[in-house]
């Protein structure tokens, strides 16, 4: 079983759709959560980290279930500009700070 | 700022040719990171350097060096390339150690021949 586990998609979903992700994680002992963005043949980005009461950042909304080992990413009222692969990262802590990357759920918006 | 910065940008090697990945931050981070992204496997953790003077194995160190050179400078060294090395390599870094998110550079594209 992957430590970290999406749905690789792709998820084709029109201009002002909502679209969620979900995310399992392996290890309960992870002590951090975030969403990257990666676009096409460039690098990861941080499009927001995760927190165990929810939290929103615009059109975003990212969710943290401990008890599940679960985190999801919601996308309301999605632009052209949204089309990305959405990583799901966790970070075990300790000494290394070391992070474990979900292989990406690729989100096409079409016109 | 130009925050993590990688060189270069594309190499094609042929098998058992050596180069070295650059990578500099200049965002006074402590601990730097390399991984490889292969379709379908995520990003893997080669090696990384907790702080100045440290390096640690991660998760596919097998083929690989690395040197911290300074506190800015971080680099990979494949000393013997094989084609299972062709891949994207990234190149991070974070202020220290905790449960923070870390910043890429913008990759480089390797091809083994």
């Known amino acids: 079983r992957k430590e970290v586990e999406q749905d690789p998609g792709p998820f084709n979903v029109p201009e002002g759709a909502t679209v969620a992700f979900n995310c399992t994680y392996s290890?309960?002992?992870?002590?951090?959560f975030f969403w990257y963005r990666q676009d096409c043949r460039k690098e990861p980005k941080l499009l927001m980290s995760?927190?165990?009461s929810g939290n929103e950042d615009g059109r975003f909304t990212a969710q943290l279930n401990r008890a599940s080992q679960y985190i999801s990413l919601l996308i309301r009222d999605s632009k052209l500009s949204d089309s990305a692969t959405y990583l799901c990262v966790v970070n075990y802590g300790g000494a290394t700070n070391k992070l474990i990357f979900g292989t990406g759920t690729l989100l096409a918006v079409q016109p | 700022n130009a925050g993590v910065t990688q060189t270069p940008k594309f190499q094609v090697l042929k098998t058992g040719q050596s180069m070295t990945l650059q990578c500099a931050q200049d965002?006074?981070?402590?601990?730097m990171y390399w991984y490889r992204q292969d379709p379908g496997m995520g990003l893997r953790l080669i090696y990384y350097s907790a702080s100045e003077g440290t390096t640690d194995k991660g998760e596919v160190p097998n083929g690989y060096n690395v040197s911290r050179l300074n506190k800015r400078e971080f680099s990979l060294r494949l000393e013997s390339a094989a084609p299972s090395q062709t891949s994207v390599y990234f190149c991070?870094?974070?202020?220290?150690?905790?449960?923070?998110?870390?910043?890429f550079g913008p990759g480089t594209r390797l091809t083994v021949t």
């Open positions: 965002m006074n981070h402590n601990s």
């Open positions: 991070a870094s974070i202020q220290d150690l905790g449960s923070r998110p870390q910043y």
């Open positions: 290890n309960s002992a992870s002590q951090s």
């Open positions: 995760v927190y165990s």
